[in-house]
Structures are given as C-alpha cells and as structure tokens.
C-alpha cells in the first residue's frame, strides 16, 4: 500500500492521501494517441479503451485500493494483468466481494467501478456516505 500517504493537520488531525496509481500518458511530439501505462486492475476503463482522464476515473482507481484494504488482496490477484484482463475489464469484469461486506460498502463499491462514469459518486459524495455509515455504526 505505498500509494496511501499519511498527512498531519494543524488541528492535530490524520488524514490519509491516495498518490498516484503509477498510471501516466506517455505523448510523442507526433503522436495523437496516448500509451497508457500503469497498473492495469486501477485503470479505468475509459482510459483502457483510450479516452480522457478524468475524476470519474480517479474514483474507479480509488476503489480498487478501498477493495484491497477490505480484502487484503490486490484486485485480480489471481489473473494474469495481460491484454486479455484488460479486454475484460472493458466488458465489465469486476473482482468478487466478499460476503461479509457491509450492503453499503458494496453498494459504493459497485458504483465506484460502474462502466458508466456518470453512474460512479464523486469524492464528495463518497466522504459524505462513508462518514454517515462511520456515524450510524459506532
């Protein structure tokens, strides 16, 4: 979990930062299209399929670290991160969540990685509901 930065406030709070997802546009001075490169379960599927960057995707990106913290497993730990898992994950492939998961948690999950980036919650929204859900269960 290198990506997940601690940061001090001076009101003596801990947030914790979500940094890059090693993912990057390499762009030649000829080229019009964009290589992507990173690591494959945290990319989007917009951008796989070559379309912009944008919030959506950091929040489909984002799910996959909550994913791995809820599970202790890397997204697709079990499947080779070939062009094959990228065809699938354009399709519409999702890891499984466990059972145990709270209804809620995966119902955010599974809007978080909704193909459809209109359906996915902003980061707005997601701080509200998780602070709500922190709020109902203690």
């Given amino acids: 979990m290198g990506n997940i930065l601690k940061y001090y406030s001076d009101e003596e709070d801990t947030f914790l930062r979500v940094s890059d997802f090693g993912l990057s546009k390499l762009i030649t001075e000829n080229s019009q299209k964009n290589t992507i490169s990173g690591v494959l379960p945290y990319i989007a599927p917009e951008v796989l399929i070559g379309e912009e960057y944008t919030k959506p995707a950091d929040v489909y990106s984002f799910v996959f670290v909550a994913y791995e913290i809820i599970t202790g497993l890397p997204p697709y730990h079990n499947v080779s991160h070939d062009n094959d898992l990228a065809l699938k994950i354009c399709n519409g492939f999702r890891p ?6 709270p209804k809620l948690i995966t119902q955010i999950i599974m809007r ?3 193909a459809r980036i209109t359906k996915r919650p902003t980061f707005e ?3 509200k509901k998780l602070n709500k ?3 109902d269960y203690k």
């Fill in 96 to 101: 499984k969540i466990p059972i145990h998961t």
């Fill in 112 to 114: 978080c990685w909704d």
């Fill in 125 to 127: 929204e997601l701080h």
């Fill in 133 to 135: 859900y922190l709020e």
